[in-house]
């Protein structure tokens, strides 16, 4: 899952190579935290958060395939 979080993000932003997501594991949740360029939080965003709800959304929907709770966090 963490590569879906940084493929998605990579198509988005215009500074790919800056785009790194950390996994870190608490109690019964997977956090991913994605952290971008701080010009590309907009696209990363979207307006009122269009793009971002996208994003957990597909995240959640693959990890609830594997029986997992995740959370994308986005890191500026």
């Known amino acids: 899952m963490k590569e879906i979080v940084e493929i998605i993000a990579r198509s988005l932003v215009d500074n790919p190579q800056e785009v790194v997501v950390n996994e870190r594991q608490e109690e019964n949740l997977i956090i991913y935290e994605l952290h971008v360029a701080s010009e590309d939080m907009g696209k990363v965003i ?13 995240v959640k929907a693959a990890a ?13």
């Open 64 to 76: 609830t395939r594997e029986n997992k709770k995740v959370n994308v966090e986005i890191i500026g």
């Open 46 to 58: 979207g307006k009122s958060g269009s793009i971002a709800k996208a994003l957990r959304t597909v």
